[in-house]
């Protein structure tokens, strides 16, 4: 089954609604994408108060980590925001991605962005939902990189790490992606779950903590 099939009943439709548009913000700012096809290419994000793009030397930090693993991966990625890192993993050759926002704005400026790229709709989805309800409703499937970039003064990275690790959602030889605000030790990595997982690389940006999670 194709990735339409398998998140038919779960992706929200970026259709026009009246009532969302009235109240939507004109408000945007812009990133560049890092590399690949749509190389330097601009992309703007809906402001908000919890979209907080990675910055640029994070994220090419993040991409050559990943330079041998992205190209035909299969990648999800929570609490999107900008969907930048979606965007950079379809750039590099990414086999496909699943967006997860709770913002209707959030995901039509994504949605916007990959219709600019000419982004083959085959290879994304974008569904509206909270992350955590999302996350836990997935069986039967799993993904090659899971990008984690939840709200810093939240808990979620820990809830979201336990779900992943009770319902196999990554799969072997995978990697997580993370973002916070402070250094991840064993303790932020999900209650009886520590054993499960190992901090691969991490790193330092200003305020932001990131690095890579995979199994051991």
Known sequence: RG?????????WR?????????????????LRIIGGRWRSR??????????RPSPDRVRETLFNWLSLD?????????????????IEAL????????????????????????????????????VR???????????GQAWDIIFLDPPFSSDYLSKC???IDE???????????????????KGDLGEGSEQHWLVYRQKKSGAVHYGLICQP
Not at 16 to 28: A, F, I, L, T, V
Not at 109 to 121: G, R, V
Not at 129 to 139: G, K, R, V
């Open 161 to 163: 790490l336990q779900i």
């Open 70 to 86: 992205i190209a035909g991966a299969s990648c999800l990625e929570l609490f999107a925001g900008s969907g930048a890192l979606s």
């Open 3 to 11: 990735l339409g099939d398998v998140y038919k009943r779960q992706v």
């Open 129 to 139: 939902s909270d992350a955590i309800a999302w996350l836990a409703a997935q069986t």
């Open 167 to 185: 319902q196999k959602l990554l799969k072997s030889k995978g990697f997580i992606y993370f973002e916070s605000a402070n250094p991840l030790t």
């Open 91 to 126: 750039s590099r050759g990414a086999k496909d991605v699943v967006i997860v926002d709770s913002s209707a704005q959030v995901l039509r400026q994504i949605k916007s962005n990959l219709d600019t790229l000419e982004a083959d709709s085959k290879l994304w989805h974008c």
């Open 14 to 30: 970026l259709g026009k609604d009246n009532d969302e548009q009235r109240g939507m913000s004109s408000m945007s700012g812009s």
């Open 42 to 51: 601009k992309i703007k994000f809906a402001i908000e108060d919890a979209v």
